[in-house]
C-alpha cells in the first residue's frame, strides 16, 4: 500500500462518521499521487501527510440563546483551524442546520489549498453552527451571533485566526458578531471580514466570489480557444455567489437562463431578470416561486432539475454534492463543455470524473471560487493600513489573482504530465507552497 492509500485509510478509521471529510481528503490526496509519489522518502519521514490533514486543533462548544418568546435555544458551534503554515487561519462561519464537525472539517481541508492558490498570506480554517437564520427575527440572530461569538471570541484575533462569511451569514450577521466581540475585547481590530463599508469592510466583497469565479471561467475558456461572450449559462443558487455570478456572467456577454434555491428552480428563455431576483432574495428574502410574478413568461418547478437545462456553461453555485453523476450525464449530453464551481465541492467525485473523461473544462471550487476568501485578504491588508481602497482598486486586484490561479494550477497540471486536469493542477499547485513552509518550520 502506498503512503497516499496509508493516508487516506488512516483519516477514515480516525474520524468515522465524516463522509464529506473523507470525500476533500480522498479527492486531495488522489491527485498528489505524483507529487507524493516523486518525494515520498522525504515526506514520509517527516509525516507531511499525516500533519495536513490533521487540524492543528478542533473547538467544539455550546451555543444557548433566547428567542421573542423567551424560550431558551442551544445550537452547537464549532471552529476548526486546520493549518496555518502560510498564515492566521482563514475561513468562513457557516449557519445552517447541516453543520457538523465533518462538514466543516471538509470545509476547512478544502481551504487551506484554496487559500494557498491566491497567493496571499492566509491559513486555512472554518467554523460555524446548526443554527438556521431562516424565518428568525434581527433580536434573535442578534441573540445567537452574540452567544456564539463570547465563546470564539478567545480563540480568534488579526494575527491568529480571521473568520468571515459563509452560508447564513452575511454582513447582518458579522456585524453582530463584531460588535460584540469588540465590546468584550476593547479592541477595534480586522478580526472579521465581510464587515459593513461604515466599519473597516472592503468594496467587491459581497460580489467578490460570484465575479471572482467568472474571471476564472472567462480566463480558462480564453486559454482553450473559446470565448465566453454569447454563451448560454446555468447557474445554481440564488445566494450571494449566484446572484453575482450572474451579474458578472450578463456583464461579460453570457445569457443566465435558469437558477434555484433549496425548493426548486427556475428558467427563463430571455435571460435571468437580476433586478428581480435580487429584490425576490436580497430585500424580501422569499421563495424563487415568487419570479414569476415578475417575469410572467418564465417557468418555476419544483425540486431539483436545474441542470436539466441546455447550456454550453454550468455553474454549481448552491451547496455540497449538489450535481451527481446523473446529472453530469445529462449536461454532456445537453453539450455542456465548462463546469466551474461556485460553491465547496458542489460536485461529486463521481460527477467530476466523468465530466473529464468526457471532455469538460472542469474547474475545481477551491481555484474558481477563490475570489471571496481573496478579497477577505484584502479586506485584512485595508485593515492592517487604515486604509479604504476603490471599487475599482479591488477589482482590479481581484480579477488578477483569478488569472494568476489559473495559470498556476494551469502549470503545475503541465509539470506533472496532467495537462487539462485543473483538479490536479489546482491541489499540487496549493499543496507545494504549504507542504515548503512546513518543512521550513521544523515539526508542529
Request: contains cysteine; charged residues 25%; glycine residues 10%.
Amino acid at each position: 500500500m502506498g503512503y497516499v492509500d496509508e493516508v487516506i485509510e488512516l483519516v477514515v478509521k480516525k474520524n468515522p462518521a465524516e463522509p464529506e471529510f473523507h470525500q476533500a481528503v480522498k479527492e486531495v490526496l488522489e491527485s498528489l499521487r505524483a507529487v507524493v509519489d516523486a518525494n515520498e522518502e522525504k515526506y514520509r519521514k517527516e509525516a507531511l501527510l499525516e500533519r495536513i490533514v490533521e487540524p492543528d486543533r478542533q473547538i467544539k462548544f455550546k451555543v444557548p440563546w433566547v428567542d421573542d418568546k423567551g424560550q431558551v435555544h442551544v445550537n452547537t458551534g464549532y471552529r476548526v483551524q486546520f493549518n496555518n503554515a502560510i498564515g492566521p487561519y482563514k475561513g468562513g462561519l457557516r449557519l445552517h442546520p447541516s453543520v457538523n464537525l465533518g462538514i466543516i472539517k471538509f470545509l476547512g481541508f478544502e481551504q487551506i489549498f484554496k487559500n494557498s492558490l491566491t497567493g496571499l498570506p492566509i491559513g486555512g480554517g472554518k467554523g460555524g453552527s446548526d443554527f438556521d437564520p431562516k424565518g428568525k427575527s434581527d433580536r434573535e440572530i442578534l441573540a445567537f451571533c452574540t452567544s456564539f461569538i463570547t465563546e470564539l471570541y478567545k480563540y480568534i484575533g488579526k494575527d491568529m485566526d480571521v473568520p468571515a462569511g459563509d452560508i447564513g451569514t452575511g454582513a447582518r450577521e458579522i456585524g453582530y458578531m463584531f460588535g460584540q466581540y469588540k465590546k468584550i475585547t476593547g479592541n477595534y481590530e480586522g478580526v472579521l471580514t465581510g464587515k459593513g463599508l461604515t466599519y473597516g469592510g472592503s468594496l467587491v466583497r459581497t460580489e467578490a466570489t460570484g465575479y471572482g469565479l467568472l474571471y476564472f471561467v472567462e480566463e480558462m475558456l480564453k486559454c482553450n480557444g473559446k470565448d465566453i461572450s454569447g454563451k448560454t449559462v446555468v447557474v445554481s443558487g440564488s445566494g450571494n455567489v449566484a446572484i453575482y455570478a450572474i451579474q458578472k456572467a450578463h456583464q461579460l456577454g453570457a445569457k443566465v437562463v435558469a437558477c434555484s434555491d433549496s425548493n426548486g428552480w427556475v428558467y427563463d428563455a430571455e435571460g435571468i431578470d437580476l433586478a428581480a431576483l435580487k429584490e425576490i432574495k436580497e430585500v424580501n428574502r422569499a421563495r424563487l416561486t415568487e419570479y414569476k410574478k415578475y417575469r410572467p413568461n418564465s417557468e418555476y418547478h419544483e425540486g431539483r432539475g436545474v441542470w436539466t437545462v441546455k447550456c454550453d456553461i454550468a455553474l454549481p453555485c448552491a451547496t455540497q454534492n449538489e450535481l451527481d453523476l446523473e446529472d453530469a450525464k445529462t449536461l454532456v449530453k445537453n453539450g455542456c463543455f465548462a463546469v466551474a464551481e461556485g460553491a465547496n465541492m458542489p460536485t461529486t467525485l463521481e460527477a467530476t470524473q466523468y465530466l473529464q473523461a468526457n471532455g469538460v473544462l472542469f474547474a475545481p471550487g477551491k481555484a474558481a471560487n477563490a475570489g471571496g476568501v481573496a478579497t477577505s485578504a484584502l479586506e485584512m491588508t485595508q485593515n492592517s493600513e487604515r486604509l479604504s481602497w476603490t471599487f475599482e482598486e479591488v477589482d482590479a486586484k481581484l480579477k488578477q489573482i483569478m488569472i494568476n490561479i489559473f495559470h498556476n494550477l494551469d502549470d503545475a497540471a503541465k509539470r506533472y504530465n496532467a495537462a487539462g486536469n485543473y483538479v490536479v493542477g489546482a491541489n499540487i499547485a496549493g499543496f507545494e507552497k504549504v507542504a515548503n513552509a512546513m518543512m521550513a518550520q521544523g515539526i508542529y
